[in-house]
């Protein structure tokens, strides 16, 4: 590096090298963020949700790259470090950059904005993710709609039309409102799910329609796909762009990942993550794929707070209505075998083959994209 950021003198004088000494190196990292912000070009797009925003991202920046020179954030790079690094990381004449924005609590969203300046505000939905720091749903949405009271009286906020949360936020924001998902302005027709679990659907906007053949994975990811054509189209973007864009979009990684292994058996690997919403969805998808058994390998739920009991419960529950079976690492809340880590997990699943299908599904602290990497290898 040129230069780096410290706020101890002792530590530069010990180190050595070229510093820049500042009294609180995040507050720095964040004011030169906002100072790279005001070299960007419109449109700086910001998402937020409880699920879906790394998606959406990522989707977004495919159909936006087809217009403009595109910078967006790395894999989920959304919080207060994040923010700034994905501004200041934008090339020299970027034209559009996408912001994921994540929180942990009420005021940390508001504080992305005035560090980004959004022009574009997307919420994907809202649920009980780390409901624990937040404390209610409600509370969750009163914290995600800080994005939209950010945004100009000259920009929009994509809202989804089939969450009443999200739908209410449109009384939170001067800025023009355009609504995606059932009932919607931009909305989907004739969903199909192909053998891969790729989707294929009939695209209706105020802007004209379309057909779409989704590059990524889920009957979940054609709100996802809705929600990224509502502010690429609003952003300037045509149909064309939009189709174009969300036939190649790549996600980033453990994210709805589907593979053969060796063996012939499929693993679906959604690793990334995981919140009752994310899960239920990964199963729907689980039980799509063309396979005789099924199983889910499944991590604790983390920071859920008073009802983490009650919804690992209904996760286990659903599981079952599809035929799943649920493996269980290092929890007993799914009501389901428990096993001890990967290698307790592998032995469980035992000689796996074609006509086997697997999914690999936890919050970030159960690691279990280790085992499907594992599954993978052989």
Known sequence: AAAYLASDRATVEAAGGTAVLVADTLVALQGAGNLARTYLRHPVVGI????GKTSVKDLLAAVLGQRFATAASERSFNNEMGVPLTLLGAPDGTE?????????????????????????????????AHTEAFGTVDDVARAKGELVEA?????????????????????????????????????ATDVALGEDLCARFRMR??????????????????????????????????LDDVVAGLAVAQLSPWRMDLRTAPSGALVLNDAYNANPASVTAALESLAALPAERRVAVLGVMAELGASSDDEHAA????????????LAVGTTAYGAPVVAGIDGAIEALGRLGPGDAVLVKGSRVAGLERLAARLLEG
């Open 315 to 326: 996760i286990g529950k659903r599981a079952a209505a599809l035929g799943i079976r649920v």
């Open 205 to 238: 906007t105020p802007w004209g329609e379309a057909d779409v053949a989704l590059g990524s994975r889920g009957r979940h990811q054609v709100d996802n796909a809705l929600a990224a054509a509502s502010a690429a189209l609003a952003s300037g973007c045509s």
């Open 96 to 128: 559009a950059v996408v912001v994921e924005m994540g929180a942990r609590g009420i005021g940390h969203i508001a504080e992305l904005c005035r560090i980004a300046e959004p022009t574009v505000g997307v919420v994907t939905r809202v649920a009980a």
């Open 151 to 187: 945004l100009p009286a000259a920009g929009t906020a994509v809202l989804n039309a089939a969450d009443p949360r999200v739908a209410a936020m449109a009384e939170r924001t001067r800025a023009e409102v355009v609504t995606f998902g059932d009932g919607g302005a931009v909305h």
């Open 48 to 51: 937020t949700g409880s699920v």
